[in-house]
């Protein structure tokens, strides 16, 4: 059984476009630490990237694009968790909230009403919030945030719970059309990730979440109706800065990254991090979140001057290759950002690392470690 630390569904703006300005900025003392007293590198890291979120499971965005192209929210529902049948929930089930340091029951339906428009905009098409109602009542029934204490905590550890403060007409529309019902797999109720946006596909469940077991329902899919803000992105950073957010992983100066395997997506599940004095491994996980990229769907090349060149990636995947299809326009997940679009993989197949093995990260919000 997974136990859940985060959907990562809802992170922190890491990567707004702000951020490219970096590039320019000076190394601090505490960068010169990290690396050698060689001369500063005047390159610059470029990573373009795709989707928001860990991956697993329902794209918000994606189902907003279903839902836009006439698809039933059991449509939608089928076709992020592969296999799956809609059941029933317990009756009269509670859910146990952990808010503000205490635990607190609220019934199942009272629950999900407080949940939707937390999650996504509730002017959104009424089956993109039906799929949202049952992906979110499954999830509160299997994610046992807390263990035998409590069940979900009410922000992003979790899924947001706002109380009535999130009660909307259209919102409650699709709680009360959907009441009870809950995804199953095999008959029994199976785990309901969900994310913001997938970048064009989404990502197995094992590759995602290091230590996790494969399960069926949650196996990388196309998402091709998936048009979020973070469909696409693009960033930049000084190799002085690189070197500074990767401390502890840097032999020498710092020189780029090389991926060594992608998942199905192609989301980063190991790389190098190279340096003047060697390489060191790390997850894609840990490389996401010391960068402050907004998934491990993400690119490398280094920039000096007018010359820009391709990290080593031995993953298989090129980033010449066209994303999955996608639908123009449509609205955004909540509290979602902007950023350029870049070229991004959809391919398959990928080699393991040479040596080494990866830095697992069981602590960052969108892992989950096993139980």
């Given amino acids: 059984m997974l136990a859940i630390e985060s959907t990562y569904h809802r992170t922190r703006r ?57 698809f039933s929210y059991t449509a939608i529902l089928a076709h992020y968790y ?34 939707v428009s ?52 259209q919102t409650d529309a ?68 690189a070197a500074a957010k990767l401390r502890g992983f840097v032999r020498g100066s710092f020189k780029g990254i090389e991926v060594l395997k992608r998942g199905y997506s192609p989301r980063i599940i190991s790389a190098y991090v190279l340096g003047s004095g060697g390489r060191t491994a790390i997850s894609g996980n840990e490389l996401a979140s010391r960068l402050g990229l907004y998934s491990t769907w993400a690119y490398f090349s280094t920039r000096e001057g007018q010359a820009t060149k391709p990290d080593p990636d031995r993953s298989g995947y090129s980033p010449l290759t066209a994303p999955a299809p996608a639908a123009a326009g449509g609205a955004s997940a909540s509290e979602s950002g902007g950023a350029p679009p870049a070229a991004l993989a959809a391919a398959s ?8 093995s990866p830095t697992s990260l069981d602590t960052r919000g969108g892992t989950v470690a096993p139980s």
């Avoid at 509670?94 to 407080?114: C, D, I, P």
């Avoid at 197949?349 to 080494?356: M, Q, V």
Wanted: glycine letters at 12%; charged letters at 10%.
């Fill in 14 to 70: 890491h990567l707004a476009p702000l951020l490219a300005t970096l590039a320019i900025l000076p190394a601090c003392a505490g960068t010169a630490a990290a690396s050698t007293a060689a001369p500063a590198s005047t390159a610059t890291l470029v990573i373009s990237g795709g989707g928001f979120g860990h991956g697993v499971g329902m794209s918000q965005e994606g189902a907003l694009g279903y839902a836009e192209h006439g």
């Fill in 82 to 115: 592969t296999g799956t049948s809609i059941g029933i929930a317990p009756a009269h089930a509670q859910v146990r909230v952990m808010m503000g340091g205490k635990v607190h029951k609220v019934a199942l339906e009272t629950y999900v009403r407080g949940v």
């Fill in 118 to 169: 937390a999650e996504v905009s509730s002017n959104w098409p009424l089956a993109a919030l039906e799929a949202q109602a049952v992906a979110s009542r499954t999830y509160a029934l299997t994610a046992h945030a807390g263990g035998s204490k409590f069940d979900v905590y009410a922000d992003t550890r979790s899924q947001v719970y706002r109380g009535v403060a999130a009660q909307t007409p």
């Fill in 174 to 241: 699709a709680v009360a059309a959907t009441a009870g019902q809950i995804v199953t797999y095999g008959g029994r109720p199976a785990i309901t990730y969900f994310f913001a946006s997938s970048g064009g596909r989404t990502e197995n469940v094992e590759n995602a979440f290091p230590g996790s077991e494969p399960q069926p329902w949650l196996r990388g899919v196309v998402d091709q109706y998936e048009r979020g803000d973070q469909h696409t992105w693009k960033t930049a950073l000084s190799f002085a800065s």
């Fill in 349 to 356: 197949g990928a080699s393991s690392p040479d040596t080494g």
